[in-house]
């Protein structure tokens, strides 16, 4: 069985500082890995996506993630906090063909000032 | 880019009475279809799983006469909740899965309140 670990529900970090938000993985075959954002009271947006081809993956508002097999970790990352990213952060893993998506249980990111 | 409509938004309704809420696929046909549902400050939690033109396959917990699934086209399926109680108060989002299977997307959601 699949799963998402998100090592702390909540992370905070100032403005212009580095953003690194944690999630490890259990699959029994190759996954597809996911990162959304949820801004309150709204729904989910891809940030990025892995999906066997390079494991460092770009994705929108300037974030990247590193699939890291050995470490089953795909961490997710940005360079410099913006007020904007301050959201629920959710990884997710999925096996290929028909299957859901299997939710981490979610990190709420802050910006300070 | 793909597209799912998902409405209402946002519904209030009374204890006792029955909601439905819509997902269409506006620009690919949507063989199968994933509902969640996400409680404050949660993660969302997969409810069923419904191909078109099947019965929808509901994961464990989820009680199958009080949360509703048809998916009898390859654009539409709507989830309704019967005799909905304060307890149903909850975001539900719908995702589907296009026809290739490798791709997956989301609905915008729906708050529903039960007072």
């Known amino acids: 069985a699949q799963s998402v670990t998100q090592l702390g529900s909540h992370v905070s970090v100032s403005e212009g500082a580095l953003v690194l938000l944690r999630c490890n993985y259990s699959?029994?075959?190759?996954?597809?890995l996911f990162w959304y954002v949820q801004y309150p009271n709204q729904g989910l947006q891809l940030l990025l996506k892995?999906?066997?081809?390079?494991?460092l993956v770009k994705g929108i508002n300037g974030f990247e993630a590193e699939f890291k097999k050995s470490e089953t970790s795909f961490h997710l990352t940005k360079p410099s906090a913006h007020m904007s990213d301050a959201a629920e952060y959710f990884c997710a893993v999925r096996n290929s063909g028909n299957t859901p998506l299997v939710f981490g249980k979610g990190t709420r990111l802050s910006v300070i000032a | 880019g793909a597209v799912v409509s998902q409405h209402p938004s946002r519904v209030i309704c009374k204890s006792g009475t029955s909601v439905k809420i819509e997902c269409r696929s506006l620009d690919f046909q949507a063989t199968t279809m994933f509902w969640y549902r996400q409680f404050p400050k949660q993660s969302l939690m997969l409810m069923a799983t419904s191909n078109e033109g099947s019965k929808a396959t509901y994961e464990q917990g989820v009680e199958k006469d009080k949360f509703l699934i048809n998916h009898a086209s390859l654009t539409l399926s709507t989830l309704t909740v019967t005799s909905a109680h304060p307890e149903d108060s909850s975001f539900y989002i719908c995702?589907?899965?296009?026809?290739?299977?490798?791709?997956?997307?989301f609905g915008s959601g729906t708050q529903l309140s039960v007072l």
């Open positions: 699959s029994s075959v190759p996954p597809y």
């Open positions: 892995y999906t066997s081809a390079a494991t």
């Open positions: 995702s589907a899965s296009d026809r290739g299977r490798e791709k997956l997307f």
